[in-house]
């Protein structure tokens, strides 16, 4: 039997099909590189990071260089490729977010009633990817998917600048013009900083006019194990988010903490799976 294929076992839930041993270690490369890309990823490095031998990373590493997954420098230092650019934008473009964050949206549109929207980081900018109307006889908010200008005046661009990298929120800071929308839109970097630190000590942000007058917005991060995978937006008329904001803010957090169960589940899974792929032994003879 080729040693590169783990065979198929019965757990006892069903039978699980054969995972490629190669293909499985070329991927955690892949995601231990794109872990920290301002690292310099020597071969020695990698090799202790994943345990395996010299010979192996080198296999592992030509190929990944040749097909553009990675690239290395005269140092010798490895550092993710064009190829991944490629992907990160077909991802992006996507149609659909992960099932996962889809699941939960629609659950807190069918709750709430209102226009809920689902926000990350694409790109460097701070997108909206999904987005469901309200169902409610009065409703607001309807932006496009794609759209990710003015995040400081926006309760999800608040969320995703709070919780995001030290890198891109500097980046952010660095650049955007932090231009008025309306008279209440935080427009110094100062305020904007505050209100960034009032985000992560409560895990949610709030704006009342800010992005549109008559137009509150709630939100809250989406955080796995893995880290920020996005934000849930709810927007409503001001009066009707300032009467419900309590509840509408723990369907958020009801919904979000859904996702991020589910989605490090399924990461569990997958990991567990791996290792048994890569010890080569049935689910079953384990304790």
């Known amino acids: 039997m080729n040693n590169d294929i783990a065979p198929e076992h019965n757990s006892g839930s069903g039978r699980k099909p054969t995972?490629?041993?190669?293909?499985?270690?070329?991927?955690?490369?892949?995601?231990?590189?794109?872990s920290?890309?301002?690292?310099?990823?020597?071969?020695?490095?990698?090799?202790?990071?994943m345990k395996t031998s010299v010979p192996t990373m080198y296999h592992l590493l030509n190929t990944l260089v040749d097909t553009g997954l990675l690239t290395a420098d005269d140092q010798g230092c490895y550092s993710l490729g064009i190829g991944i650019g490629k992907l990160a934008n077909a991802y992006h473009e996507q149609a659909l977010p992960p099932p996962e964050l889809w699941v939960s949206l629609r659950s807190i549109s069918e709750i709430t009633g209102e226009s809920v929207y689902?926000?990350?980081w694409r790109s460097g900018e701070m997108e909206v990817v999904a987005h469901l109307p309200g169902s409610l006889p009065v409703r607001v908010g309807d932006l496009r998917v794609g759209f990710h200008g003015v995040a400081h005046a926006r309760a999800a661009g608040k969320v995703l600048l709070a919780f995001g990298s030290e890198q891109q929120r500097q980046r952010y800071l660095a650049t955007a013009a932090l231009e008025r929308v309306t008279e209440r839109t935080v427009?110094?970097?100062?305020?904007l900083l505050q209100v960034l630190?009032?985000?992560?000590?409560?895990?949610?942000?709030?704006?009342?006019?800010?992005f549109a007058e008559g137009?509150?917005?709630?939100?809250?991060?989406?955080l796995s194990q893995a880290g920020l995978m996005g934000a849930y937006t709810v927007s409503a008329?001001?009066?009707?988010?300032?009467?419900?904001?309590?509840?509408?803010?723990?369907?958020?957090?009801?919904?979000?903490m859904a996702a991020a169960e589910q989605v490090d589940a399924r990461t569990s899974a997958t990991a567990v799976a791996e290792a048994e792929a890569e010890n080569m032994l049935p689910a079953s003879g384990r304790t």
């Open 19 to 34: 995972r490629i041993q190669s293909v499985d270690r070329a991927a955690r490369l892949l995601l231990l590189v794109a």
């Open 36 to 49: 920290d890309p301002l690292a310099q990823w020597r071969v020695r490095t990698l090799t202790d990071a």
């Open 118 to 120: 689902l926000s990350a």
């Open 187 to 191: 427009s110094t970097q100062a305020a």
């Open 197 to 210: 630190a009032r985000t992560r000590d409560d895990s949610y942000a709030v704006e009342y006019e800010e």
């Open 215 to 222: 137009v509150a917005c709630l939100c809250v991060p989406i």
């Open 237 to 256: 008329p001001v009066d009707r988010l300032r009467a419900r904001e309590a509840e509408y803010l723990d369907v958020l957090r009801t919904a979000a």
